[in-house]
């Protein structure tokens, strides 16, 4: 037996320590302050994707417009007429386009006008908010640009 270290020798009681609330609080505001910036971030680079996404749509869709034009003669008079057939439409060989095609996405439909102001006819994109007109991801795109 070591006489340095003897047997018998009570342990030292440990102390168990937990996190005070002050500590506890600091944790949770640090979170939600990251968490807020993540989210911030990932929202920016979801409306990016979107906008994207839809610059691509109408670039198909005018596509669509022009297969419908060489089959008929003139472009629909509506998107609808992309869809399902309409009256006036003798070699009608579509369904040209499916109608969620017809949807942004953003979820707004695309504006069109036939005759158009631009050409045969104009396809617009409005874009996040769906409206004529703004800026950023807001800002309309037509066919013609």
């Known amino acids: 037996m070591n ?20 500590e506890m609080l600091a944790v949770i505001v640090l979170i939600g302050i990251i968490g807020a910036i993540v989210v911030r971030q990932v929202g920016s680079s979801v409306d990016k994707g ?8 109408l670039m198909t869709l005018g596509q669509k417009i022009e297969n419908y034009s060489l089959d008929n003669g003139s472009p629909p008079a509506s998107l609808d007429a992309l869809v399902k057939k309409p009256p006036n439409a003798p070699n009608w060989q579509g369904p040209y386009a499916k109608p969620s095609d017809l949807v942004d ?8 006008k036939a005759p158009g102001e631009h050409g045969s006819y104009d ?3 409005y874009g996040q908010d769906g409206k004529p007109g703004g800026d950023g991801y807001s800002k309309d795109l037509g066919n013609w640009q």
């Open 3 to 22: 006489p340095k270290y003897p047997r018998n020798r009570p342990m030292r009681a440990r102390r168990a320590r937990g996190f005070t609330l002050l």
């Open 50 to 57: 979107k906008y994207g996404a839809g610059k691509a749509q």
């Open 105 to 112: 996405p953003f979820g707004h439909a695309f504006g069109y």
């Open 123 to 125: 396809l617009v994109f």
